[in-house]
């Protein structure tokens, strides 16, 4: 009899993935709640390469003359003439790399978080983190549109070096000759803030960890990744 009633017991309704996609921007604390018991990464993960992939693309004409902008007096004329090859160049096949960049950097950042989140709780799951990250990481479809129509906006004859293709709403806006200052300040910009407070939902809803603990290993991490940020872009040039 108790088996037969098991049986019978109502089964969790399935979720549409594209209510996972709208609800990490207006109901967060719902989402990462589910995917305490049921993570969900394919489809998020999916949506941002592919994004990534088409941003990347419609951005070509801009990086280009970004780079020719990089050149200088001081340039060696053998990177120069590398450098002007390949800012004529379409785009090649070499962008698919774009989307397995960002694969590996949400599996590597998921990793971080885990690591640092297993140091303040002991319910650090990473199949679940993982699952979360990949839905905040979202967030770059909104900064990255707006970067692009601004950009867009401006034309291409604009681009004068990597600083004017890298808009954001953040103190970077004022930021127009020193070229270190401005990949500091980058990294403080709207859109990064309303992220780093979708982590921390996102671990304390998944781990039940304090919300003092979630903020402390989102906050490391952050500090990481910012600093990562700035080096790379250090040495993409834009120093």
């Not at 604390?29 to 589910?34: H, V």
């Not at 020719?68 to 450098?83: E, F, K, N, R, V």
């Not at 989102?218 to 990744?225: D, E, F, N, S, T």
């Amino acid at each position: 009899m108790s088996s037969s009633s098991s049986s019978l017991a109502p089964q969790p309704e399935p979720v549409s993935p594209v209510k996972g996609l709208i609800e990490v921007f207006v109901n967060p604390s719902a989402l990462f709640g589910r995917l305490r018991d049921r993570p969900d990464w394919l489809i998020p993960l999916l949506v941002g390469a592919v994004f990534m992939l088409v941003f990347q693309y419609f951005l070509h004409p801009y990086t280009s003359r970004a780079v020719l902008g990089m050149i200088t007096d001081s340039t060696p004329p053998q990177a120069a003439q590398a450098m002007r090859e390949s800012a004529t160049k379409p785009v090649g096949w070499t962008i698919i790399f774009q989307p397995i960049s960002y694969a590996l950097f949400c599996l590597i950042g998921a990793g971080v978080l885990t690591g640092l989140t297993a140091m303040l709780t002991t319910a650090a799951k990473f199949k679940q983190i993982f699952s979360a990250f990949c839905y905040a990481k979202l967030l770059m479809i909104p900064a990255m549109l707006l970067s692009l129509l601004v950009v867009s906006l401006r034309g291409v004859d604009s681009v004068n070096s990597m600083m004017d293709i890298m808009w954001s709403i953040g103190p970077a806006m004022f930021v127009t000759e020193n070229k270190f200052l401005f990949n500091v300040l980058s990294q403080i910009n709207l859109f990064e803030a309303w992220y780093v407070v979708l982590l921390v939902i996102a671990v304390q809803k998944i781990t039940g960890a304090k919300r003092g603990s979630s903020i402390t290993a989102v906050a490391v991490y952050w500090v990481i990744g910012a600093a990562t940020q700035i080096g790379l872009l250090m040495l993409s040039g834009l120093k």
